[in-house]
């Protein structure tokens, strides 16, 4: 495999690495191989990844991302389970494959509350949003200029195929972290997550089939694995069902679920296989909410079916280990779009600490089918 050292391509002296990382990856993608940062602390704008190019980041590198919403160009996104033009993410791919990010190095997205957590929903631009759905204006006209827009994902692989994530730090997301839309044949290995902003979900597999998300830690400001397959009408329009998902051996210190299926899963999402996972909450820190979530309700539909967990041991949560919901947070609301939630198994469920082991909320028209809960002595 031949290595593309980022040092190589800088034309002049400087603290900013994007375009020298970019004419790396240019380079590389011609015949393919490892694009390497070396130790160090580089400074970068948006980063492109191209077919057959491994983003590879040296034991003592840090790349720090630009925090200027201008530096990033308005690219095809997924934004809260709605498609949109807006800021591209931080590190972007679209179309490509065979594509690899790794190392032991950190990616640290700069993100605090005196720049991307400042404004965690711009509320004229999302209401914005919501107008173009309803009004059925076409993805490609939803754009967003610079200076709108949204929070970007940091990771974010789209329409993409054989995509591997492994081993590196993750640090102050700006929005989701690793978000993998509409791709297949994916691997999340080895990673850690340490992202405390809103809504910094750990990894967030969006409408994609063929997934394994193994050995990795999460310490979130929201929810560690979140599976998603759009947003209400827009999820429905594109109709793309997360699918065929496996999760296994990761550990989960702080979140609001360890493993969440929803909100934003109308296109459904079946085929999710969860095993040995670890629920245990740092010395002093507020811990992780549920082990499993699954939330839904009567806007976003969708059918959620053919979950099984197995082999999991909660240290601690603070809410429930496992919590299923189909209704909004007024019971007697109904908008239109029954979900289903069906054939959910958990298995070996070892709970040390918790206010409750299962909470169950649903309505008549959505009722929770065929759940199997089996528990195990904690050690």
């Known amino acids: 495999m031949t290595d593309y050292l980022i040092t190589d391509y800088v034309e002049r002296a400087g603290v900013e690495w994007t375009a020298a990382i970019e004419r790396a990856i240019d380079a590389c993608a011609v015949t393919g191989g490892r694009v390497v940062v070396p130790d160090g602390v580089f400074v970068t704008g948006p980063i492109r990844l191209r077919s057959n190019v491994e983003l590879h980041l040296s034991a003592g590198a840090t790349l720090r991302f630009r925090t200027d919403p201008a530096a990033y160009p308005i690219v095809r996104t997924r934004w809260q389970g709605i498609e ?9 791919a679209y179309d490509e494959a065979d594509l690899a990010i790794t190392g032991t190095g950190t990616l640290d997205g700069g993100a605090s509350t005196d720049n991307w957590w400042s404004s965690t929903r711009p509320r004229t631009d999302w209401e914005r949003l919501l107008r173009m759905v309803e009004a059925d204006v076409p993805v490609e006209d939803r754009i967003f200029e610079p200076g709108h827009g949204f929070r970007p994902s940091f990771i974010q692989p789209h329409t993409s195929r054989r995509v591997r994530i492994e081993d590196v730090r993750i640090v102050n997301a700006p929005m989701w972290v690793v978000h993998p839309v509409f791709c297949t044949d994916v691997l999340v290995r080895g990673i ?74 109308s296109a459904g999402a079946s085929g999710i296989h969860a095993r040995d996972l670890h629920i245990t909450p740092p ?59 069906r054939d959910v198994t958990v298995t070996n469920l070892a709970v040390r600490s918790a206010p409750r082991t299962v909470e169950i909320h649903d309505t008549p028209q959505a009722p929770v089918e065929s759940f199997t809960l089996t528990t195990s002595e904690t050690p």
Do not use: M, W
């Open 84 to 92: 949109c033009f807006s800021h591209s993410p931080l590190i972007y």
């Open 192 to 265: 850690t997550v340490d992202s405390l902003g809103p809504n910094n979900d750990g990894c967030n597999p969006d409408s994609c089939e063929n997934v394994v998300i193994t050995g990795c830690s999460f310490t979130t400001g929201d929810d560690c694995i979140a599976i998603k397959s759009g947003r209400d009408a827009d999820g429905r329009r594109v109709g793309r069902p997360s699918r065929n998902i496996l999760i296994e051996s990761c550990r989960f210190a702080a979140g609001h679920g360890a493993l969440t299926i929803g909100s934003e899963a």
């Open 283 to 341: 010395a002093g820190g507020s811990g992780v909410d549920y082990a499993l979530r699954i939330k839904t309700n009567s806007s976003r539909g969708g059918v959620i079916e053919h979950v099984t967990v197995e082999n999991v041991v909660v240290d601690a949560v603070t809410t429930s280990a496992i919590l299923i919901t189909t209704r909004h947070a007024e019971p007697e609301q109904f908008g239109g779009h029954a979900p289903v939630v």
